[in-house]
Structure formats: C-alpha cells, structure tokens
C-alpha cells in the first residue's frame, strides 16, 4: 500500500524554524517527484514546493522563496521541509504528496497531513 | 484570490445532476496545461478524483467524470449521494508563475 506519513509539526513562535518530515512507503521513492502543499486553517490548498528524483532541481512558490528548504533523503525514504523566519501567515496542515510531474503534475497520493502553528 | 476560479458553493438531492466549474486563463488552463479534480471530505487529507482532465484513478466511481474546454475545466457528478458531500479542488500549472496552482475550493451540499 502507497503510504506517506507527515511528522514534526507543532506550535512555533514567529521568526522560529521547524523541520518537517515525510516518511513514504509502498512505492519506489526514488522514481517519483515530491512536493508540499498547505492548506491555512478554513482555506484552500496551496503548492508550497517541489524537488525532483534526485534533488538536483527544486520549486517554490513565491511566498515561501528563501526562507524554506526542500530535501530528501532516497536511501532513507523521506522528504523534508525545513521552515525558517516563520510567519503568521505560514499557519497551515502539511501535506506531502507525490507529484506525477512528469505525467502531467498532479498529486497522488497525499500524506494525512501536520499542523503548524506560527504564534506567541 | 485563487488563480483557478470556482464557485464557493453547489448543490443538489440526491440522485440529481451537479456541475463544478473551474475558469483560468491563458497562462494555465489556455496555455494546455491538464486539469486535476480532488475530493476533501470532512477532517480529512485530499484525495485525487480526476487526472489529466478527464480520467478516474482506479476506484473511482463513473459518477464522477471530468472535462476541458478553452480557459475552462469541469467536474460533473451524477446520480448524487450523500457521502459526495465534500469540497472539491481543481488544479492546474501556471506557466507565468512557474507553480502549480489550485482554485479556492467548492463546498458540495447534499440536500
């Protein structure tokens, strides 16, 4: 079974960081794109980024540029986000998908998510 | 403000027809870009519905089904049931903005 489990979620207070993991299973890890997308409190979806197969192109979406990291580890079969200078704004669950980039950009399937909560 | 236009709100009884329409421009959907549907059911992680415009991953039911036209995408839903009620996203890529983008989303109300 294709499974994606998010982890590292929690309360930060703003300017703080926060690293966020992604373990997959059920499939090659290595073969597929891998994004971020979040979803603020009673609002959409929104792309945060995305890193191909052997991390050697990265994306983001502009609100996030510079201060968040994408990367993964293929030996390890995880993904990561790591979240500097956090915001208000970056209040959101987490979700990691996998991105069938190479298809057509859509994402299948999608992780259950980790909540980040940028506050003092 | 979505780059992908939906309505906030539809809906229908079940059994009837409903439609969800999803209106971008010439830098997503006009440039060619496929159209992508996903199914949020209450407290849960999306799940994806259409690919590709208008195919259905394994599992999906033939209720659902999906189409393309000019800056336009739509997700039509027949023979409504109860457990339809959910919010549905569309999503494309933006070339302009070099992103994936979503529209703000469809609350789909089972009357």
């Known amino acids: 079974e294709v499974q994606l489990v998010e982890s590292g979620g929690g309360l930060v207070q703003p300017g703080g960081s926060l690293r966020l993991s992604c373990a997959a299973s059920?499939?090659?890890?290595?073969?597929?794109?891998m994004s971020w997308v979040r979803q603020a409190p009673g609002k959409g979806l929104e792309w945060v980024a995305n890193?191909?197969?052997?991390?050697?192109?990265?994306y983001y979406v502009d609100s996030v540029k510079g201060r968040f990291t994408i990367s993964r580890d293929n030996a390890k079969n995880s993904l990561y986000l790591q979240m500097n200078s956090l915001r208000a704004e970056d209040t959101a669950v987490y979700y990691c998908?996998?991105?069938?980039?190479?298809?057509?950009?859509?994402?299948?399937?999608w992780g259950q998510g980790t909540l980040v909560t940028v506050s003092s | 403000q979505s780059v992908l236009t939906q309505p906030p709100s539809v809906s229908g009884a079940p059994g009837q027809r409903v439609t969800i329409s999803c209106t971008g421009s010439?830098?997503?959907?006009?440039?060619?870009?496929?159209v992508h549907w996903y199914q949020q059911l209450p407290g849960t992680a999306p799940k994806l519905l259409i690919y590709?415009?208008?195919n259905r991953p394994s599992g999906v039911p033939d209720r659902f089904s999906g189409s393309k036209s000019g800056t336009s995408a739509s997700l039509a839903i027949t023979g409504l049931q109860a457990e339809d009620e959910a919010d549905y996203y569309c999503?494309?890529?933006?070339?302009?903005?070099?992103?994936?983008?979503f529209g703000g989303g469809t609350k789909l109300t089972v009357l």
């Open positions: 010439s830098s997503n959907i006009g440039a060619g870009y496929d």
């Open positions: 059920g499939f090659t890890f290595s073969s597929y794109w």
């Open positions: 998908a996998r991105d069938e980039a190479a298809a057509g950009n859509w994402f299948d399937p």
């Open positions: 590709g415009n208008s």
């Open positions: 890193i191909k197969q052997d991390g050697s192109e990265k």
């Open positions: 999503q494309s890529y933006d070339s302009s903005l070099s992103a994936r983008v």
